[in-house]
Protein backbone atom coordinates (compact mmCIF):
# COMPACT_ATOMS: atom_id res chain seq x y z
CA UNK A 1 0.00 0.00 0.00
CA UNK A 2 1.23 3.59 -0.84
CA UNK A 3 1.09 5.10 2.75
CA UNK A 4 0.43 8.36 2.29
CA UNK A 5 -1.90 9.37 -0.22
CA UNK A 6 -1.09 12.77 -2.04
CA UNK A 7 -3.94 14.34 -4.75
CA UNK A 8 -3.12 17.11 -7.03
CA UNK A 9 -7.29 18.86 -6.20
CA UNK A 10 -7.85 18.38 -2.80
CA UNK A 11 -11.32 19.15 -2.87
CA UNK A 12 -12.17 16.60 -5.81
CA UNK A 13 -14.02 13.64 -5.10
CA UNK A 14 -12.20 11.17 -7.51
CA UNK A 15 -9.50 9.01 -6.81
CA UNK A 16 -5.86 9.82 -7.15
CA UNK A 17 -5.78 8.33 -10.85
CA UNK A 18 -8.40 10.32 -12.18
CA UNK A 19 -6.88 13.33 -10.46
CA UNK A 20 -3.55 13.22 -11.78
CA UNK A 21 -4.94 12.34 -15.52
CA UNK A 22 -6.83 15.13 -15.28
CA UNK A 23 -4.04 17.14 -13.94
CA UNK A 24 -1.94 16.08 -16.63
CA UNK A 25 -4.55 16.75 -19.45
CA UNK A 26 -4.89 20.13 -18.30
CA UNK A 27 -1.10 20.92 -18.15
CA UNK A 28 0.19 18.81 -21.49
CA UNK A 29 0.49 22.21 -23.78
CA UNK A 30 2.91 23.57 -21.11
CA UNK A 31 4.70 20.65 -20.16
CA UNK A 32 7.69 19.72 -21.78
CA UNK A 33 8.33 23.94 -21.59
CA UNK A 34 8.12 23.96 -17.91
CA UNK A 35 9.81 20.77 -17.60
CA UNK A 36 12.72 22.27 -19.27
CA UNK A 37 12.83 25.47 -18.08
CA UNK A 38 12.07 24.79 -14.02
CA UNK A 39 14.80 22.17 -14.10
CA UNK A 40 17.19 24.42 -16.21
CA UNK A 41 17.60 21.08 -18.66
CA UNK A 42 19.04 19.14 -16.41
CA UNK A 43 15.78 16.54 -16.90
CA UNK A 44 17.13 15.83 -20.44
CA UNK A 45 20.77 14.84 -19.04
CA UNK A 46 19.28 12.88 -16.61
CA UNK A 47 16.85 10.56 -18.94
CA UNK A 48 20.51 10.50 -21.12
CA UNK A 49 22.24 8.82 -17.64
CA UNK A 50 19.05 6.13 -17.00
CA UNK A 51 18.89 5.21 -20.86
CA UNK A 52 22.91 5.00 -20.88
CA UNK A 53 22.21 2.37 -18.28
CA UNK A 54 20.02 -0.08 -20.46
CA UNK A 55 22.23 -0.17 -23.43
CA UNK A 56 24.67 -2.41 -22.68
CA UNK A 57 21.88 -5.26 -22.36
CA UNK A 58 20.65 -4.05 -25.79
CA UNK A 59 16.66 -4.71 -25.39
CA UNK A 60 14.51 -5.01 -28.65
CA UNK A 61 11.55 -4.05 -27.25
CA UNK A 62 11.16 -1.37 -24.44
CA UNK A 63 7.94 -0.45 -22.47
CA UNK A 64 7.44 2.98 -21.10
CA UNK A 65 5.12 3.63 -18.70
CA UNK A 66 3.81 6.43 -17.91
CA UNK A 67 5.52 7.88 -21.44
CA UNK A 68 3.51 11.37 -21.36
CA UNK A 69 4.79 13.24 -24.10
CA UNK A 70 6.95 10.50 -24.70
CA UNK A 71 10.20 12.17 -23.67
CA UNK A 72 12.12 8.85 -22.08
CA UNK A 73 10.67 7.04 -24.91
CA UNK A 74 12.39 9.22 -27.64
CA UNK A 75 15.59 9.20 -25.43
CA UNK A 76 15.44 5.11 -25.19
CA UNK A 77 16.36 5.55 -28.89
CA UNK A 78 19.78 5.57 -27.73
CA UNK A 79 19.71 2.16 -26.66
CA UNK A 80 19.02 1.07 -30.23
CA UNK A 81 16.07 -1.04 -29.59
CA UNK A 82 13.59 -1.93 -32.67
CA UNK A 83 10.55 -0.72 -30.86
CA UNK A 84 9.34 1.36 -28.39
CA UNK A 85 6.13 1.11 -26.71
CA UNK A 86 4.82 4.13 -24.33
CA UNK A 87 1.34 3.84 -22.10
CA UNK A 88 -0.10 6.56 -19.96
CA UNK A 89 -3.66 7.46 -19.00
CA UNK A 90 -3.45 11.28 -19.79
CA UNK A 91 -4.77 11.32 -23.38
CA UNK A 92 -3.58 14.91 -23.30
CA UNK A 93 -0.14 14.38 -22.82
CA UNK A 94 -0.15 11.46 -24.92
CA UNK A 95 -1.42 14.08 -27.83
CA UNK A 96 1.21 16.26 -27.60
CA UNK A 97 4.00 13.20 -27.46
CA UNK A 98 2.52 11.72 -30.66
CA UNK A 99 2.99 15.09 -32.39
CA UNK A 100 6.27 15.13 -31.65
CA UNK A 101 6.97 11.76 -32.74
CA UNK A 102 5.09 12.38 -35.83
CA UNK A 103 7.33 15.44 -36.54
CA UNK A 104 11.06 13.33 -35.65
CA UNK A 105 9.04 10.91 -38.02
CA UNK A 106 9.87 8.34 -35.44
CA UNK A 107 6.13 6.58 -35.97
CA UNK A 108 7.63 3.64 -37.04
CA UNK A 109 9.47 2.52 -33.86
CA UNK A 110 7.82 4.73 -31.40
CA UNK A 111 4.14 4.43 -30.65
CA UNK A 112 1.95 5.57 -27.99
CA UNK A 113 -1.28 4.59 -26.26
CA UNK A 114 -3.92 4.71 -23.44
CA UNK A 115 -2.65 2.52 -20.89
CA UNK A 116 -2.39 1.85 -17.19
CA UNK A 117 0.53 0.90 -15.25
CA UNK A 118 -1.57 -1.15 -12.63
CA UNK A 119 -3.77 -3.09 -15.81
CA UNK A 120 -0.72 -2.99 -17.99
CA UNK A 121 -2.87 -4.74 -21.35
CA UNK A 122 0.43 -6.98 -22.53
CA UNK A 123 0.88 -10.63 -22.07
CA UNK A 124 3.49 -11.99 -19.14
CA UNK A 125 7.15 -12.11 -20.15
CA UNK A 126 7.10 -9.38 -23.04
CA UNK A 127 8.90 -7.09 -23.00
CA UNK A 128 13.35 -6.75 -23.22
CA UNK A 129 12.87 -3.58 -20.78
CA UNK A 130 10.43 -1.38 -19.05
CA UNK A 131 11.08 2.05 -18.07
CA UNK A 132 9.34 4.71 -15.90
CA UNK A 133 10.59 8.34 -15.77
CA UNK A 134 8.95 11.05 -13.36
CA UNK A 135 5.98 8.47 -13.37
CA UNK A 136 5.86 6.19 -10.43
CA UNK A 137 5.11 8.82 -7.70
CA UNK A 138 1.77 9.56 -9.42
CA UNK A 139 0.97 6.14 -9.73
CA UNK A 140 -2.70 5.12 -7.32
CA UNK A 141 -1.36 1.93 -6.02
CA UNK A 142 2.50 1.73 -6.25
CA UNK A 143 2.68 -1.86 -5.99
CA UNK A 144 0.49 -2.50 -7.50
CA UNK A 145 1.64 -0.83 -10.85
CA UNK A 146 5.26 -2.13 -10.02
CA UNK A 147 3.90 -5.85 -9.67
CA UNK A 148 2.52 -5.11 -13.24
CA UNK A 149 6.01 -3.90 -14.48
CA UNK A 150 7.45 -7.01 -13.29
CA UNK A 151 4.92 -9.47 -14.74
CA UNK A 152 5.44 -7.85 -18.37
CA UNK A 153 9.16 -8.08 -18.07
CA UNK A 154 10.81 -11.06 -19.93
CA UNK A 155 13.37 -12.74 -17.08
CA UNK A 156 16.40 -11.54 -17.17
CA UNK A 157 14.76 -8.14 -18.61
CA UNK A 158 16.00 -4.76 -17.15
CA UNK A 159 13.84 -2.17 -15.17
CA UNK A 160 15.46 1.44 -15.23
CA UNK A 161 13.16 4.05 -13.15
CA UNK A 162 13.87 7.70 -13.01
CA UNK A 163 12.06 9.54 -10.03
CA UNK A 164 12.90 12.81 -7.99
CA UNK A 165 14.53 12.27 -4.67
CA UNK A 166 15.45 14.41 -2.17
CA UNK A 167 18.92 16.02 -1.42
CA UNK A 168 20.58 15.65 1.87
CA UNK A 169 23.50 17.68 2.58
CA UNK A 170 23.90 21.11 3.11
CA UNK A 171 23.50 23.69 1.90
CA UNK A 172 21.72 22.03 -1.19
CA UNK A 173 19.02 20.57 0.77
CA UNK A 174 17.84 23.83 1.84
CA UNK A 175 18.47 25.80 -1.66
CA UNK A 176 16.30 22.81 -3.57
CA UNK A 177 13.48 23.15 -0.39
CA UNK A 178 13.07 26.80 -0.94
CA UNK A 179 13.04 26.54 -4.85
CA UNK A 180 10.86 23.73 -5.11
CA UNK A 181 8.57 24.66 -2.48
CA UNK A 182 8.44 28.44 -3.25
CA UNK A 183 9.93 29.03 -6.25
CA UNK A 184 8.72 26.33 -8.63
CA UNK A 185 4.85 26.38 -7.90
CA UNK A 186 4.57 30.56 -8.59
CA UNK A 187 6.41 29.82 -12.16
CA UNK A 188 4.25 26.75 -12.35
CA UNK A 189 0.82 28.19 -11.89
CA UNK A 190 1.34 31.22 -13.76
CA UNK A 191 2.72 29.15 -17.03
CA UNK A 192 0.11 26.26 -16.83
CA UNK A 193 -2.65 28.21 -15.69
CA UNK A 194 -3.65 24.69 -13.30
CA UNK A 195 -3.70 26.30 -9.56
CA UNK A 196 -2.42 22.98 -7.75
CA UNK A 197 -0.13 20.77 -10.58
CA UNK A 198 2.89 22.44 -9.26
CA UNK A 199 1.88 22.45 -5.26
CA UNK A 200 1.33 18.78 -5.53
CA UNK A 201 4.81 18.16 -7.78
CA UNK A 202 6.35 19.10 -4.21
CA UNK A 203 4.61 17.49 -2.01
CA UNK A 204 4.12 14.15 -3.76
CA UNK A 205 8.12 14.63 -3.81
CA UNK A 206 7.97 14.95 -0.13
CA UNK A 207 6.14 11.98 0.73
CA UNK A 208 7.59 9.46 -1.97
CA UNK A 209 9.78 6.72 -0.23
CA UNK A 210 13.24 6.78 -2.79
CA UNK A 211 17.02 5.83 -2.11
CA UNK A 212 17.12 2.53 0.01
CA UNK A 213 13.43 2.64 0.61
CA UNK A 214 12.47 2.63 -3.03
CA UNK A 215 14.67 -0.10 -3.38
CA UNK A 216 13.12 -2.53 -1.22
CA UNK A 217 10.28 -1.91 -2.35
CA UNK A 218 11.71 -3.05 -5.47
CA UNK A 219 13.20 -6.06 -3.98
CA UNK A 220 9.70 -7.28 -2.49
CA UNK A 221 8.39 -6.51 -6.16
CA UNK A 222 10.74 -9.30 -6.50
CA UNK A 223 13.26 -7.85 -9.01
CA UNK A 224 17.09 -8.53 -8.31
CA UNK A 225 20.40 -6.70 -8.37
CA UNK A 226 18.86 -3.38 -7.73
CA UNK A 227 20.56 -0.72 -7.67
CA UNK A 228 20.06 3.18 -6.80
CA UNK A 229 21.92 5.85 -8.41
CA UNK A 230 21.65 9.35 -6.86
CA UNK A 231 21.79 12.38 -9.16
CA UNK A 232 22.65 16.17 -9.31
CA UNK A 233 23.41 15.82 -5.33
CA UNK A 234 20.18 13.76 -4.97
CA UNK A 235 17.64 15.62 -6.67
CA UNK A 236 16.88 12.73 -8.87
CA UNK A 237 17.80 9.35 -8.90
CA UNK A 238 18.00 5.87 -10.96
CA UNK A 239 17.18 2.50 -9.43
CA UNK A 240 17.53 -0.24 -11.51
CA UNK A 241 17.18 -3.82 -11.59
CA UNK A 242 16.27 -7.44 -13.31
CA UNK A 243 13.48 -9.74 -13.05
C1 LIG B 1 5.58 13.77 -14.71
S1 LIG B 1 4.86 12.94 -16.05
C2 LIG B 1 6.25 12.10 -16.75
C3 LIG B 1 6.16 11.93 -18.24
C4 LIG B 1 7.41 11.42 -18.91
N1 LIG B 1 7.73 10.08 -18.51
C5 LIG B 1 8.58 12.34 -18.69
O1 LIG B 1 9.65 11.89 -18.25
O2 LIG B 1 8.45 13.53 -19.00
C6 LIG B 1 3.98 11.65 -15.25
C7 LIG B 1 3.05 10.88 -16.16
O3 LIG B 1 2.58 9.73 -15.45
C8 LIG B 1 1.30 9.42 -15.97
N2 LIG B 1 0.67 8.44 -15.08
C9 LIG B 1 0.29 8.59 -13.80
N3 LIG B 1 -0.27 7.47 -13.31
C10 LIG B 1 -0.23 6.56 -14.32
C11 LIG B 1 -0.66 5.21 -14.44
N4 LIG B 1 -1.27 4.58 -13.43
N5 LIG B 1 -0.44 4.58 -15.60
C12 LIG B 1 0.14 5.22 -16.65
N6 LIG B 1 0.54 6.50 -16.60
C13 LIG B 1 0.37 7.17 -15.45
C14 LIG B 1 0.65 10.79 -16.04
O4 LIG B 1 -0.50 10.82 -16.81
C15 LIG B 1 1.81 11.64 -16.59
O5 LIG B 1 1.77 11.75 -17.99
Known amino acids: MNKVEVVPYKEDKNNKKAQVAKMFDNISPKYDFLNHFLSLGIDIYWRKRAIKLLKPHKPSHILDVATGTGDFAIAALKAKPTKVTGVDISAGMLEVGKQKIKKKGLENVISLELGDSEKLAFEDNYFDAVIVSFGVRNFENLEKGLQDIYRVTKPGGKVVILEFSKPTSFPFKQIYSFY ?44 NHTKCIPLTFGISSIYTGTK
Do not use: C, M, R, W
Open 180 to 223: FKYILPLIGKIVSKDQAAYTYLPESVHAFPYGKEFVNILNNTGF
